[in-house]
């Protein structure tokens, strides 16, 4: 189920950004029109935060579009092929 939620928050973000960026509107202009930083919507946009209800419904307003729009995710381009979801590398230090 963890991995269904990482991706169910992924397509959510890219999502999001595509329509952001189909109505014209920077992350910076986006963001202060909905009260959220800029860091905050970047990282809903990379798909490594969750917004709440009430920032749904302001991002619905600010975009003009019903809910079921952001969670059409049939829209969204192909993503290329990743490696498989594993931890990175640990770097190894030198002795």
């Given at each position: 189920?963890?991995v269904?939620?990482?991706i169910?928050?992924e397509?959510f973000?890219?999502?999001?950004r ?11 202009k ?12 970047s990282?809903i946009?990379?798909g ?7 920032k749904?419904?302001?991002?619905m307003?600010?975009?003009?579009k019903?809910?079921?729009?952001f969670?059409?995710?049939?829209s969204?381009?192909a ?7 594993m931890?990175?590398a640990?770097?190894h230090?030198?002795?």
């Amino acid at each position: 189920m963890q991995v269904e939620l990482e991706i169910l928050r992924e397509q959510f973000g890219r999502r999001l950004r595509q329509i952001r960026v189909e109505s014209g509107e920077t992350q910076e202009k986006f963001a202060e029109s909905i009260g959220m930083s800029v860091d905050m919507l970047s990282l809903i946009e990379r798909g490594r935060n969750v917004p709440s209800f009430k920032k749904v419904a302001r991002m619905m307003s600010g975009l003009k579009k019903p809910a079921k729009y952001f969670f059409d995710f049939d829209s969204l381009p192909a993503v290329e092929k990743r490696r498989a979801r594993m931890p990175p590398a640990r770097k190894h230090r030198l002795r």
